[in-house]
């Protein structure tokens, strides 16, 4: 792990014409690996992509609903003061998760953030 000097941001190792080096994601700084045996020349960097439908929350039947616990709130199209709500970690774990809403009487879904 490297520290960058200016800001103290962890700094995320990066391949540059066949040589490694240090960049900080929040100000810039870039800085030469020590050397051939350092750890960041042995870094393998794999991004994760999601599809669209990995992303989507359905609820499927009228059954499911049923299980879901109600909440006095009121809904953005119809002003009716009663959904059914579920909690979902959308974004990192440090961060708070999102509420869903579902109206019970015309069906519009919504969220919340904090």
């Known amino acids: 792990m490297k520290f960058c000097p200016r800001c103290g941001t962890l700094m995320a190792p990066r391949r540059e014409n066949e040589q490694v080096v240090y960049v900080c994601p929040k100000c810039g700084h870039r ?6 045996g350092d750890v960041a020349s042995r870094v393998l960097v794999t991004t994760i992509k999601h599809s669209e439908k990995e992303k989507l929350v359905v609820i499927e039947s009228n059954m499911e609903e049923k299980l879901l616990p109600k909440t006095r709130i009121q ?34 879904v919504w969220r919340e953030y904090d």
């Open 75 to 108: 809904c953005p199209r119809c002003s009716h003061d009663e959904a059914y709500y579920w909690v979902v970690q959308t974004r990192r774990a440090d961060e708070p998760p999102t509420r869903f809403y579902k109206c019970t009487k015309c069906g519009h």
């Open 31 to 36: 800085e030469g690996a020590a050397g051939a």
